[in-house]
T-cell receptor
Framework: DVKVTQSSRYLVKRTGEKVFLECVQD?????MFWYRQDPGLGLRLIYF?????MKEKGDIPEGYSVSREKKERFSLILESASTNQTSMYLC????WGGGRRADTQYFGPGTRLTVL | SQQGEEDPQALSIQEGENATMNCSYK?????LQWYRQNSGRGLVHLIL?????REKHSGRLRVTLDTSKKSSSLLITASRAADTASYFC???????????FGKGNQVVVIP
């Protein structure tokens, strides 16, 4: 069965802290994604990766960085957390579709991050 | 309907009724996907329809795609309370394995 796990369901951090959100998939997928979801704004892509050590900026990369040292793990890093980064963070993975085709994405359960 | 710039739509129906929601997009696509999200959870893939397909069924779900109008609809027949969720459409318009998600339609099924 397909599985994407995220390290925490709920997380509370202080402004200025460095925050790590971890995502692991067990499907040998090439692509991994980090989104944030806010009411009225839908899903916005922060970063994605199509291979180990590769990363591409999404729509809102400012204030975030990512790391993909192993194929199954994709980490989102908030270098210095701010209150406007309070959000639901969703990780997803997919097979490499090749060319223009985008395959089905499998999502983790989400991490609700609150920055005080 | 959802298309990225519009506000999410909300639909409230009685159990047993059908629920229809729409999605429009602006650029050419290879496929369009529908996802469901239960409150506070991750998204779950429901169905994928390719650009050369006009209609697809999966259980109580029926998806149509009209590429000339750049629109899709999702029909849930004989709805159940468990169908209460937000439904998102997504297209592969970026062409590099990214998906572009709509803002979602919230459906409430009243028992």
């Amino acid at each position: 069965d397909v599985k994407v796990t995220q390290s925490s369901r709920y997380l509370v951090k202080r402004t200025g802290e460095k925050v790590f959100l971890e995502c692991v998939q067990d499907m040998d997928h090439e692509n991994m994604f980090w989104y944030r979801q806010d009411p009225g704004l839908g899903l916005r892509l922060i970063y994605f990766s199509y291979d180990v050590k590769m990363k591409e900026k999404g729509d809102i990369p400012e204030g975030y960085s990512v790391s993909r040292e192993k194929k199954e793990r994709f980490s989102l890093i908030l270098e210095s957390a701010s209150t406007n980064q309070t959000s639901m963070y969703l990780c997803a993975s997919s097979l490499w579709g090749g060319g223009r085709r985008a395959d089905t994405q499998y999502f983790g359960p989400g991490t609700r991050l609150t920055v005080l | 309907s959802q298309q990225g710039e519009e506000d999410p739509q909300a639909l409230s129906i009685q159990e047993g009724e059908n629920a229809t929601m729409n999605c429009s997009y602006k650029t050419s696509i290879n496929n369009l996907q529908w996802y469901r999200q239960n409150s506070g959870r991750g998204l779950v893939h429901l169905i994928l329809i390719r650009s050369n397909e006009r209609e697809k069924h999966s259980g109580r779900l029926r998806v149509t795609l009209d590429t000339s109008k750049k629109s899709s609809s999702l029909l849930i027949t004989a709805s159940r309370a468990a169908d209460t969720a937000s439904y998102f459409c997504a297209t592969d318009r970026y062409g590099n394995n990214r998906l572009a998600f709509g803002k979602g339609n919230q459906v409430v099924v009243i028992p």
